[in-house]
Each structure stands twice: as structure tokens, then as C-alpha cells.
């Protein structure tokens, strides 16, 4: 099933609202949209249960000492990717790991402290996995745009 076919018009309203504000008060957005503060949290509650939400802090990691950021192409033995993944999502230095199609098999992005950590990362831990064929670095040298509210549909502005 598809997450969003469990979302009513209030959930929404709910995730977009912290999307733009994590820090928002039960109470601030039941008055915006005229229900009981008790609504809103239950709400928020059943959404964080069900895995469509997780409301967080998001910390530069170049402010607090890792400045190392790159995507890691993951080449995988047939029919590994999903065990690959798991394994890599375990990893502290992983912040996004994903399937994809083309040339990788599933993409990482770590954030790690320096170029030792990289290598560590690397050669013990990404490239001790067996079913690893290959991996390819694409170091960050740049961030232009670091984004986490991607919307969400039907919720405009006006509502």
C-alpha cells in the first residue's frame, strides 16, 4: 500500500507544517488549522508510528567536524542489493543508501571526518562486504542546495 493512500487532508497539512518547522508547537498548528491540540498529537504520533514521519535536528556536518562527504557507487553480486543496503544503513557514517538502476547498483552517501575515516569506510567496511564487486567515490566539493521538505500533495498554501 502506498503511504500517502492512509493520509487525510489534517495529515498533510500536518507533515507539510513540519516540513517548514519541526519546532512547531501541537497547539500553534491546531490553532492554524482549527482543531484540538490533542488531535494534532495523536496525529503526529500515529504518523511517526507508521514510519511517514520522523521529525529530527539536522546538523551541518562541516560546522561539527566531518568534513568529508561523498556518494559511493556500490557495484553487488546478483540479487545482494537489498542485504548490501541493510548492512550499509547499519553504518554510522552512512546518511542515504538507495537501490538505483545503471551503471551502480545502490548509491551511499557518507559523512565521515577526514580522509582516514573515508578510507576506513572504504576498504573496511564498504568493500569487507562479500557480496561487493566494486565501489567508485564521487567526493563533495560543494553543497548548493541540501534539502528535506519535498512536498506534499495536496496541501497548497491557501489551504
Not at 519541526?22 to 504520533?45: H, N, Q, W
Not at 580522509?115 to 564521487?138: R, Y
Request: net charge negative; charged share 25%.
Amino acid at each position: 500500500m502506498n503511504e500517502l493512500d492512509g493520509l487525510d487532508h489534517l495529515d498533510r497539512r500536518i507533515i507539510a507544517a513540519l516540513q517548514v518547522d519541526g519546532r512547531r508547537t501541537f497547539s500553534s498548528l491546531a490553532d492554524e488549522f482549527g482543531v484540538p491540540a490533542s488531535s494534532v498529537r495523536y496525529r503526529l504520533k500515529k504518523l511517526e508510528d507508521e514510519g511517514v514521519l520522523q521529525v529530527v535536528g539536522i546538523a551541518n556536518p562541516l560546522a561539527i567536524g566531518f568534513d568529508r562527504l561523498a556518494l559511493i557507487g556500490v557495484q553487488v553480486r546478483p540479487g545482494s542489493a537489498r542485504a548490501i543496503c541493510k548492512a550499509l544503513a547499519a553504518l554510522p557514517e552512512t546518511s542515504y543508501v538507495v537501490i538505483t538502476s545503471g551503471k551502480f547498483d545502490v548509491m551511499v552517501e557518507v559523512i565521515c571526518r577526514d580522509v582516514a575515516h573515508i578510507v576506513d569506510v572504504l576498504e573496511n567496511k564498504i568493500g569487507a562486504l562479500d557480496d561487493v564487486v566494486s565501489t567508485e567515490s564521487f567526493f563533495v566539493l560543494e553543497v548548493h542546495k541540501l534539502a528535506y521538505g519535498w512536498g506534499v500533495p495536496e496541501v497548497s498554501s491557501a489551504d
